[in-house]
């Protein structure tokens, strides 16, 4: 079972930067479509970005477009979620999770289909 890895998160004020980390020891993650997804207190898990696995088309939540970029690292062991201009509302615990599908980027990245998921890392924006 192949296991993937955040991390990168902590505290930050509002307006502030994180970025995080998804790797899984071992593996090289180009052949992969991944994505992040966050779950806040209190609220359903949703998806935030994802990077699919050829060509390398991404998808960005309404909520972070134009603060969030998601990019592979140059050795493709490991995906980034640069995070910029955080909020309060950006508080949650943030998933990496993959698969290796061929369809449509939104099946590709949509939570039912990823087969492999990391434990979270979590992100607390506040003054």
């Known amino acids: 079972q192949l296991q993937f890895v955040e991390s990168g998160g902590g505290l930050v004020q509002p307006g502030g930067s994180l970025r995080l980390s998804c790797a899984a020891p071992?593996?090289?993650?180009?052949?992969?479509?991944i994505g992040w997804f966050r779950q806040a207190p209190g609220k359903d898990r949703e998806g935030v970005s994802c990077?699919?696995?050829?060509?390398?088309?991404?998808n960005y939540a309404d909520s972070v477009k134009g603060r969030f970029t998601i990019s592979r690292g140059n050795a493709k062991n490991t995906v980034f979620l640069q995070m910029n201009n955080l909020k309060p509302e950006d508080t949650a615990v943030y998933y990496c999770?993959?698969?290796?599908?061929?369809?449509?980027?939104?099946?590709?990245?949509?939570?039912?289909?990823?087969?492999?998921w990391g434990k979270g890392t979590l992100v607390t924006v506040s003054s």
């Open positions: 999770a993959a698969n290796r599908r061929l369809d449509s980027i939104q099946t590709r990245c949509a939570q039912s289909t990823m087969n492999y």
């Open positions: 071992g593996l090289t993650l180009d052949s992969y479509n």
């Open positions: 990077i699919s696995r050829i060509g390398g088309i991404t």
